[in-house]
């Protein structure tokens, strides 16, 4: 009669890869079911070819291990939904961003995973922080201080004038950067007696805005108005003309040979 013949479980590390139910072990009534534990594949089992023999399983991937950018992990939340024989994985960012999951190629076989796993597409940590020196002529209503999904706006304060202009800031820690805004100088007319010389039209006196005409009352070149310097002179200068010139009696001993009117 023919002698027992009975199978051992392969004790190989490939086994950690798969999930076994062992039923029987005896060659004349084998049987094993087994499936594979992480991601892709399909598990096959091979009985023992003698006594006391290792059966063989094979055709299951080793566990895949979706990652991030090396030094990156912090900036992604993931999970791993992956049962027997199906890989899947749940990726999305902790700040801003939007994860992307790239899974491995099947292989040759189809039944082995070729590549690796990537998690991309998330942005780091990166909060922006007011500038308080640059603020002094804005309103600002600050809503979402992330870097990648800055929404700050601004207008101009009552004592400025412009277009306000926001930009977000450089990295987590920075300040966020503001345009556009100048103090409202308004600029003082000159005193009547600096202005004496000149014809003067006033139309905007605003350092910024500054719109005033001069022409020479008597003579001159390149007649020209200038606005006040914000943080100095309060007052716009006038220059290019000449002054009136005004003729004055001779004086002398020869004066007495003459009749004047």
């Not at 977000?168 to 003082?188: D, M, N, P, Q, V």
Request: hydrophobic share 30%; proline share 5%.
């Amino acid at each position: 009669c023919d002698s027992q013949v009975i199978c051992t479980s392969p004790t190989n590390a490939d086994t950690a890869n798969y999930v076994l139910e062992e039923l029987s072990l005896d060659l004349s009534n084998f049987s094993v079911v087994a499936v594979c534990r992480y991601s892709y594949g399909r598990a096959i089992v091979q009985p023992c070819s003698k006594h006391m023999g290792q059966y063989e399983v094979g055709g299951c991937s080793p566990k895949v291990e979706c990652l991030p950018p090396v030094g990156k992990q912090n900036d992604y939340v993931i999970q791993d939904l992956s049962k027997a024989g199906f890989l899947d994985v749940d990726a999305s960012c902790k700040y801003t961003g939007r994860a992307e999951v790239f899974y491995p190629r099947v292989g040759k076989s189809a039944t082995s995973l070729e590549g690796q796993c990537r998690v991309t597409g998330c942005n780091p940590k990166s909060i922006c922080v007011s500038p308080v020196k640059q603020a002094a002529h804005y309103v600002l209503q600050e809503g979402d201080m992330q870097q990648w999904n800055f929404n700050v706006s601004a207008t101009c304060r009552y004592d400025a004038n412009g277009y306000a202009k926001v930009t977000s800031c450089t990295g987590h820690g920075t300040s966020y950067s503001l345009a556009g805004c100048r103090e409202k100088a308004i600029c003082f007319s000159p005193t009547v007696r600096s202005i004496e010389n000149y014809i003067v039209k006033e139309r905007k006196l605003l350092a910024y805005d500054f719109d005033v005409s001069v022409k020479c009352r008597y003579g001159g070149s390149l007649p020209e108005a200038s606005a006040c310097v914000p943080g100095g002179s309060t007052t716009y200068s006038v220059s290019g003309c000449k002054a009136k010139a005004i003729c004055v009696s001779p004086i002398g001993s020869e004066m007495e040979n003459y009749v004047f009117e």
